[in-house]
């Protein structure tokens, strides 16, 4: 499974911005794919992941009720809603992907999200 992800920019603080990971290839593995984040001199923040079905959410404490996680089985593709956006929220984003019978996940690249005070 390969990743693409996009959809970041720079936004004002309080503003929004939807971030997309489309997958290609072996999507019939899927079992969850996800976000993390990472901002400069930090370690890597988990944000958000979704099962590949059924109903299935988790969020980082960062982020929740600001932050919505959706997929389109259809497109082989899951969104990130972010609302609310806070300067804190400055960072490279990166989805993954959590496939059966692995023990590691796929990363796609980041995108950057920039959010101004």
């Known amino acids: 499974v390969q990743l693409q992800a996009f959809g970041g920019g720079l936004v004002q603080a309080g503003g929004s911005l939807r971030l997309v990971c489309a997958a290609s290839?072996?999507?019939?593995?899927?079992?969850?794919l996800g976000w993390f984040r990472q901002a400069p001199g930090n370690e890597r923040e988990f944000v958000a992941a979704?099962?590949?079905?059924?109903?299935?959410?988790l969020y980082g404490d960062a982020v929740k009720g600001r932050f919505t996680i959706s997929r389109d089985n259809a497109k082989n593709t899951v969104y990130l809603q972010m609302n609310s956006l806070k300067p804190e929220d400055t960072a490279v984003y990166y989805c993954y992907v959590l496939r059966w019978g692995r023990s590691t996940a796929t990363w796609g690249q980041g995108t950057q999200v920039t959010v101004s005070s």
């Open positions: 979704i099962r590949w079905s059924g109903v299935s959410t």
């Open positions: 290839g072996l999507t019939s593995s899927i079992f969850a």
